[in-house]
């Protein structure tokens, strides 16, 4: 490498590199992967403890900050920046992770992203047209298209996932009144929840075992309320085929695992504390369970906290409260489900004013994600529900 001045001005350097040098310089970069993820701020830390997880990396990885949201990434196993590579699309905190290989001419303050890899979900087509050739053909109608899902082309899998298990879930702040069984037994006879978990029961279950048992349905777990605080009863219908077991629990949430099939994932249903003292224990035990659960992972219930200050109306927003509570399924790998119909799950009216919020959720992690791509929330009348049957 030379360096000049331009007419000797010492203002004006000039930097001249032989293409064979330059080839060598570059030689350590250029199997890395530029990544970026779109419409999200993440730091260098949280990206290097989720990214393994995502790629399911079988080697070591190194991250380097390149500034303006890009980050390069080298491989220990070229198997593995392959996967990553044509493996996508990549989502993380449920925004896409653009992966681009490294090139010599890469500058990150200057690079813009003009194009990324998506999925597109074509609702309610045939069944007879899962052809690759096929769907390629309606795929470039809105673009160049890549790839098809194998989950669609494999027609065993299709048939496999579209067993109709339905979660549903309610905070039913009080479980013996007659009203209150009413709405139970319209709930089941409209949804035929597969599981049915009940949050905030006040009271314990073998004052309704009968009531339940009429319905068709047995309880697995249940953490009894204490006088008429908490309560959790996670219960199954009679019909269904799946088996759970007892996989841990703690005062304000209780985790089971399902196994149907050769499909075995993990639900833990939430009642978090409405006292912020107490959900920090709740927040405690999520994070000791995503550092262990390796499984597909589905979380839902009552959380008592929203993430966003668009997740409520009327009231104070605490942003730091928030910010806890988006660290805690950040930390581990959860990603929020959203939900279709009401925009809140819980209602109160203070002096004339009434208060709004969005309490009640379900989060998953990628590999639930995969193992259920058509599963949806729906937020109902004061409960919501979780569908997971393909092509609804």
Not at 96 to 106: E, N
Not at 183 to 193: D, I, K, M, N, S
Not at 318 to 335: E, G, I, T
Request: with cysteine.
């Amino acid at each position: 490498m030379t360096l000049e001045f331009e007419g000797g001005d010492r203002l004006f350097p000039k930097f001249s590199i032989t293409a064979p040098t330059l080839k060598q310089l570059c030689a350590p970069w250029e199997k890395c992967l530029v990544i970026k993820l779109l419409g999200r701020e993440v730091g260098f830390l949280t990206l290097r403890d989720r990214l393994p997880a995502l790629w399911k990396a079988q080697g070591g990885l190194e991250l380097l900050d390149v500034s303006h949201g890009y980050y390069m990434v080298k491989f220990d196993l070229e198997a593995d920046r392959e996967r990553v590579m044509h493996g996508g699309p990549w989502m993380l905190f449920d925004h896409y992770l653009i992966v681009r290989p490294w090139s010599p001419d890469f500058v990150a303050s200057a690079t813009k992203v003009d194009s990324t890899l998506v999925w597109v979900r074509f609702s309610g087509l045939g069944v007879m047209f899962y052809d690759e050739s096929v769907l390629l053909t309606i795929a470039s109608a809105i673009g160049k298209p890549v790839k098809v899902d194998l989950n669609t082309l494999n027609m065993t899998r299709v048939c496999l996932m579209s067993m109709d298990f339905n979660i549903l879930s309610w905070n039913i702040r009080g479980a013996v009144n007659a009203k209150g069984k009413r709405r139970v037994a319209e709930l089941v006879r409209l949804h035929h929840p597969s599981i049915f978990i009940v949050l905030e029961t006040h009271c314990q279950f073998s004052s309704v075992e009968s009531f339940w048992s009429k319905l068709g349905y047995r309880l697995c777990y249940s953490m009894e309320a204490t006088g008429h605080s908490g309560g959790i009863w996670v219960l199954m219908a009679l019909s269904c085929s799946a088996k759970v077991s007892d996989l841990a629990s703690h005062p304000q949430a209780m985790s089971f695992m399902v196994v149907e099939g050769s499909k075995r994932w993990v639900c833990t249903a939430v009642y978090a504390s409405p006292r912020v003292e107490l959900r920090q224990g709740v927040w405690a035990h999520l994070r000791e369970l995503g550092g262990r659960i390796t499984l597909p992972w589905l979380v839902l219930g009552d959380f008592n906290e929203i993430m966003f200050s668009s997740e409520c109306r009327g009231g104070r927003f605490s942003s730091s409260r928030a910010s806890q509570f988006l660290d805690v399924l950040n930390d581990c790998n959860l990603l929020d489900m959203g939900a279709k119909g009401l925009r809140f799950t819980w209602y109160r009216n203070q002096r004339g004013v009434v208060l709004a919020k969005r309490l009640d959720r379900a989060v998953c992690n990628v590999e639930w994600q995969a193992m259920f791509p058509e599963a949806y929330v729906e937020n109902l009348c004061m409960c919501y529900f979780l569908r997971g049957a393909q092509g609804r």
